[in-house]
T-cell receptor, first 115, second 111 residues
């Protein structure tokens, strides 16, 4: 079982729809990241969170530490939101300090927003 | 991708050839990383560095070497390229264990 699982793998929506992408993880974490990979390949960090909720424009990220689950929401979706959205976690393990510096990535969710 | 550049953007190699990928940053961040991205898989860490002169292995280090002789540069070397190393390689930087900033990527094809 992968440490980081994202669902769905692919998502197609109509412009204006509310979108939710889910991320579940199996290890204790110190932080969770959401990233966006543009069709051209560039990767941009959207959020880093360790508890609660963060909002930036039409994007909202939430995390439930007890349930080991995070969601990324996009309100009023637009074709320019079409991209791959990637969840990544940083382990909180104290066994290996090296692992605390590393991110483990999900395989991504391909979002397509149709006009 | 501001502040992180990668050279080259695209390269084709024959099996057994060697090459070096360069990552350069102008943000003065201590941490630098090399990842590979393959279809259907998440980004996987090859090697990383927490400061000038230090490097450490990541999840998939075999077949790669790295050096961090200068704080702003992180080199990834392939001594004898194999078709399994065909991938897209991303460099990233961070100020400690915080947000990572990614370079634009290098597409490598090994024939």
């Amino acid at each position: 079982k992968n440490e980081v699982e994202q669902s769905p793998q692919n998502l197609t929506a109509q412009e204006g729809e509310f979108i939710t992408i889910n991320c579940s993880y199996s290890v204790g974490i110190s932080a969770l990241h959401w990233l966006q990979q543009h069709p051209g390949g560039g990767i941009v960090s959207l959020f880093m969170l360790s508890s609660g909720k963060k909002k930036h424009g039409r994007l909202i990220a939430t995390i439930n530490i007890q349930e080991k689950h995070s969601s990324l929401h996009i309100t009023a979706s637009h074709p320019r939101d079409s991209a791959v959205y990637i969840c990544a976690v940083r382990s909180s393990s104290i066994i290996s300090s090296g692992s605390a510096r590393q991110l483990t990535f999900g395989s991504g969710t391909q979002l397509t927003v149709l006009p | 991708n501001a502040g992180v550049t990668q050279t080259p953007k695209f390269r084709v190699l024959k099996t057994g050839q060697s090459m070096t990928l360069l990552c350069a940053q102008d943000m003065n961040h201590e941490y630098m990383y090399w990842y590979r991205q393959d279809p259907g898989m998440g980004l996987r860490l090859i090697h990383y560095s927490v400061g000038e002169g230090t490097t450490a292995k990541g999840e998939v280090p075999d077949g790669y070497n790295v050096s961090r002789l200068k704080k702003q540069n992180f080199l990834l070397g392939l001594e004898s390229a194999a078709p399994s190393q065909t991938s897209v390689y991303f460099c990233a930087i961070s100020a400690g264990v915080r947000t990572q900033y990614f370079g634009p990527g290098t597409r490598l094809l090994v024939l």
